[in-house]
């Protein structure tokens, strides 16, 4: 799971928050932020802050000490009783995904060549198509989805190179239209095993873009860019089942099943929007690049936030399965930066501001299981600088001479991530670390020999929920990897290798993923306190793998 398709879980590790492209910037959260009810305003009789019928009292308590007793030096005390940690029953549920993808595709160009006036013309068609068989096994609380799915799609676009405004450019316009039908059923999870179907849903979606985009090159400094794309986009859903008010609801410790009723989940939903985008480059020398553009961005919803069951616990199955009438998400971005390719220094840092309206955001139950979908009430802001550096160190430290020397290289990437709600309160969104960064230091010697330790830091702790109550702790993790390659020759011009990596060398204690909520707990059910629900999953402790390669 991750950020990925429910945007509950969030890794704190393995996944860092990646800033999106110009035009498709939104909401995040390493596999998160599309988190739900968030705070707009403080509560004027105590310090927590109030949305809707939902109270957050903020305090500082640590996302360790809250989960395992902890003292405030960090050590667990003996008066604490342990945590009960409610979650889902992994060995009882047993999870899992297993997923089939076909997909065909075809694309073809023509060419006019160049004519007398020095433009060229070339027209492009593409198709493709993609069938899916998607079975993914939640715990008891959400059930087992299986979905079956056809996508189809087309596109077409013309470009012409030549002179225009003075420069030397490129016109593009195009078109292109996806077309989906899924059928998509929830089944109960029975102790591991498909249960009873409780619901049953068919599913069509269709995207229509159009699009221009203008390039001129402006001498062999100065480039500008324009563009405009316009999309229409239908969400339609409709009710399978036979009988949607005997929905059947398993209740696993007594191995049997009761039943919820709802209305038939159905939706008709239609979305229209615009991106416009401009931009300009310049070479303020070889190899050195200045950057700027102002983007607008237009996001539907899918069928994921749109429609997922909610309602159950650990021990017993979903008791509410309604679609959501949600808002594409839009947002307007605003970034520079530069870039340098050659050298013995090379660089790439961007700084962006991103406004969002109606961010899609989805959090997890108090339990866990399948994220809920709505969107932010208010405005929301992304901003941050990104940063990739690569420096050579040294040359020729200890071999030199006819073949190529040994190098000492640092490589580095720092990301400074400031999402938050645009309220007084001032809340940060849930799941994206404030400050990370990444360094590692390469050795390379010309006989094969490679050595890489690296350091991966996050100095500032991060909230799990956008009431900003409860953290994920600050962490760094120390490893190391070495390898070495034999070379051709061996095994008929093959290549042999034996690696050594090494993995959280100092044997730090630290949470690597965590579920995004609204609040924990929320609402809080008594005598259950955010210490007794899980929250966490431990990251991976010292290991060392040792191996062979061999290529052909």
Not at 232 to 255: C, G, M, N
Not at 363 to 389: D, K, M, Y
Not at 411 to 435: C, I, K, M, S, W
Request: proline residues 7%.
């Amino acid at each position: 799971m991750g950020r990925g398709e429910h945007g509950c879980l969030c890794d704190g590790h393995r996944a860092p928050p990646r800033r999106l492209s110009a035009d498709e910037r939104r909401g995040r959260a390493a596999h998160v932020p599309r988190q739900r009810r968030v705070p707009v305003g403080r509560q004027s009789r105590n310090p927590g802050i109030r949305h809707g019928r939902h109270s957050w009292v903020q305090h500082s308590r640590s996302a360790e000490q809250a989960a395992a007793g902890r003292r405030s030096d960090g050590r667990l005390s003996r008066s604490d009783a342990p945590p009960r940690s409610l979650g889902p029953n992994v060995p009882l549920d047993r999870p899992r995904r297993e997923t089939e993808l076909y997909r065909a595709a075809t694309r073809t160009t023509w060419r006019t060549g160049v004519s007398a006036s020095g433009h060229e013309v070339s027209v492009r068609a593409g198709a493709a198509y993609q069938y899916v068989e998607d079975d993914f096994r939640f715990p008891v609380g959400t059930g087992v989805r299986s979905t079956r799915s056809h996508d189809v799609t087309l596109n077409l676009d013309a470009r012409r190179a030549g002179a225009v405004l003075g420069g030397e450019g490129t016109s593009v316009l195009g078109v292109s239209a996806t077309l989906g039908d899924m059928d998509r059923g929830y089944f109960a999870n029975e102790r591991g095993r498909k249960g009873r179907r409780f619901a049953d849903n068919e599913m069509q979606a269709s995207t229509v873009r159009a699009f221009a985009r203008q390039r001129v090159q402006f001498g062999t400094r100065l480039a500008a860019t324009a563009s405009i794309s316009g999309i229409l986009a239908r969400r339609e859903i409709d009710e399978a089942l036979s009988s949607t008010s005997q929905r059947a609801r398993y209740v696993a410790p007594k191995d049997k099943y009761v039943s919820f009723a709802s209305s038939p989940a159905t939706l008709d939903e239609t979305y229209r929007g615009l991106r416009p985008a401009v931009g300009l480059q310049y070479a303020a020398a070889p190899a050195l690049d200045l950057f700027a553009g102002v983007t607008r961005s237009y996001e539907p919803p899918t069928f994921n936030t749109l429609l997922s069951p909610s309602g159950g616990n650990p021990k017993k199955g979903p008791g509410q399965f309604q679609p959501r009438v949600l808002d594409a998400q839009s947002s307007t971005t605003v970034e520079v930066g530069t870039r340098r390719t050659r050298g013995r220094l090379q660089w790439d840092v961007v700084a962006y501001r991103t406004w969002l309206k109606n961010e899609l955001l989805t959090t997890a139950a108090l339990f866990g299981g399948a994220g809920s979908t709505s969107n932010a009430p208010v405005r929301t802001i992304h901003q941050g600088l990104e940063t990739h550096v690569d420096l050579r160190l040294l040359d020729g430290m200890l071999a030199d001479g006819s073949g190529a020397p040994d190098q000492l290289a640092l490589e580095a990437t720092y990301n400074l991530n400031d999402f938050y709600f645009d309220t007084d309160a001032r809340n940060q969104l849930a799941g994206v670390p404030r400050h990370r960064l990444h360094a590692q230091l390469t050795y390379d010697h010309p006989v094969g020999l490679s050595v890489t330790p690296d350091l991966t830091w996050m100095p500032q702790r991060t909230p799990t929920d956008h009431a900003n109550t409860i953290y994920q702790s600050p962490y760094a993790l120390l490893g190391a990897r070495a390898h070495y390659t034999v070379g051709p020759g061996w095994l008929d011009e093959g290549q042999l290798a034996v690696f050594v990596e090494a993995e959280n060398l100092t044997g730090t204690t630290y949470a690597s993923s965590y579920l995004v909520r609204d609040q924990v707990p929320n609402p809080p059910p008594a005598p259950l306190t955010s210490a007794d629900v899980t929250s966490f999953i431990p990251g991976q402790g010292r290991t060392l793998q040792i191996g062979v390669t061999v290529g052909w």
